[in-house]
Nanobody, 121 residues
Framework: QVQLVESGGGLVQAGGSLRLSCVAS????????MGWYRQTPGKQRELVAT???????NYADSVKGRFSISRDNAKNTVYLQMNSLKPEDTAAYYC???????????????WGQGTQVTVSS
């Protein structure tokens, strides 16, 4: 069993910063990509940023230059540093990881429960 637990969401004023964290735990052999997605009511979940085990990253155009994703492979943890936040960044943020569990033969995607980020104007 693999679990992802996010933390760090909250309420912040426009222009402020927040740092999200996500820890993967359980029966893990290896983790490839880790990423953050966000979703608002009535809309599809969208990719915010991804980081691979090699360290390469990619970002949604809407957050480039403001958000930064990083990971600590030893701790199975991924971070999302969010600066210059805008009201349109308000959403539930979800952590995702592509994991090869112990004794498994295929990679699977796992999701956290989500953490709310609210940016006031």
């Amino acid at each position: 069993q693999v679990q992802l637990v996010e933390s760090g969401g909250g309420l912040v004023q426009a222009g402020g910063s927040l740092r999200l964290s996500c820890v993967a735990s359980g029966s893990i052999f290896s983790i490839n990509a880790m990423g953050w997605y966000r979703q608002t009511p009535g809309k599809q979940r969208e990719l915010v940023a991804t980081i691979y085990s090699t360290g390469s990253t990619n970002y949604a155009d809407s957050v480039k230059g403001r958000f930064s994703i990083s990971r600590d492979n030893a701790k199975n943890t991924v971070y999302l540093q969010m600066n210059s936040l805008k009201p349109e960044d308000t959403a539930a943020y979800y952590c995702n990881a592509r994991v090869l569990p112990m004794l498994a033969v295929r990679w699977d995607d796992y999701w956290g429960q989500g953490t709310q980020v609210t940016v006031s104007s």
